[in-house]
């Protein structure tokens, strides 16, 4: 079992920022990436970033290229999403996730957090 723990969300104005952090505890060893994903009402959940564990490389949806930036911290056993530049079409409930492959699709990620409301006030 894995356990994710996401924190930091929150309501911030048009064009301000925002920082979430995932940690994850219990049988990680197994982890190939972390993913964040987002659900805002009436829609489906969609990939936002991801981040191999490993080896560090990153993928981003377009909708957030050059806003949002995915790290890890390997000791911490957490990941983080610094989210800048924040527009009207990013509320929504976060989520991280965890998958022992590499991908976009939600039905890769077999552990799931409980989720953090970003809201963006214009």
């Known amino acids: 079992q894995v356990q994710l723990v996401e924190s930091g969300g929150g309501l911030v104005q048009t064009g301000g920022s925002l920082r979430l952090s995932c940690a994850a505890s219990g049988r990680t060893f197994s982890t190939y990436a972390r993913g964040w994903f987002r659900q805002a009402p009436g829609k489906e959940r969609e990939f936002v970033a991801a981040?191999?564990?490993?080896?560090?490389?990153?993928r981003y949806a377009d909708s957030v290229k050059g806003r949002f930036t995915i790290s890890r911290d390997n000791a911490k056993n957490t990941v983080y999403l610094q989210m800048n530049s924040l527009e009207p079409e990013d509320p929504a409930i976060y989520y991280c996730?965890?998958?022992?492959?590499?991908?976009?699709?939600?039905?890769?990620?077999?552990?799931w957090g409980q989720g953090t409301q970003v809201t963006v006030s214009s």
């Open positions: 996730a965890r998958s022992g492959n590499w991908g976009t699709e939600p039905t890769l990620y077999d552990y």
């Open positions: 981040i191999a564990w490993r080896g560090g490389s990153t």
